[in-house]
């Protein structure tokens, strides 16, 4: 069974960075769409990242573009999103989610979605001064 956690959150200054880890174990990554969502209090989900686990194509949300980075490491079956530049609006629960890769086009082509088929429990990023 597929349990995904979610590690690396915190209270961070604005302009500060942090990285985020995936960890998935009960199943094997390859063959996945692997994303990022966060969920701020009072909106929507809003996806934030996504990547292919044997392409290692990305997507991400134009609000992060050229500040955050998704990767993977296959050989631990982990996948990280390091955020730099942080701004106080970011604050949130991200969350990583987990699909199949023949989903590409819908969970990640077209943008992150924050709609994948598994989703971890989440970890709190607070941007405050």
């Known amino acids: 069974q597929l349990q995904i956690v979610e590690s690396g959150g915190g209270l961070v200054q604005p302009g500060g960075s942090l990285r985020l880890s995936c960890a998935a174990s009960?199943?094997?990554?390859?063959?996945?769409?692997i994303g990022w969502s966060r969920e701020a209090p009072g909106k929507e989900r809003e996806g934030v990242a996504c990547?292919?686990?044997?392409?290692?194509?990305?997507n991400y949300a134009d609000s992060v573009k050229e500040r955050f980075t998704i990767s993977r490491d296959n050989a631990k079956n982990v996948v990280y999103l390091q955020m730099n530049s942080l701004k106080p609006e970011e604050t949130a629960v991200y969350y990583c989610g987990v699909d199949r890769l023949m989903s590409w086009r819908r969970t990640c082509g077209l943008g992150p979605s924050a709609e994948l088929a598994s989703w971890g429990k989440g970890t709190q990023v607070t941007v405050s001064a």
């Open positions: 990547i292919s686990s044997t392409s290692g194509s990305t």
């Open positions: 009960g199943v094997s990554l390859d063959y996945s769409v």
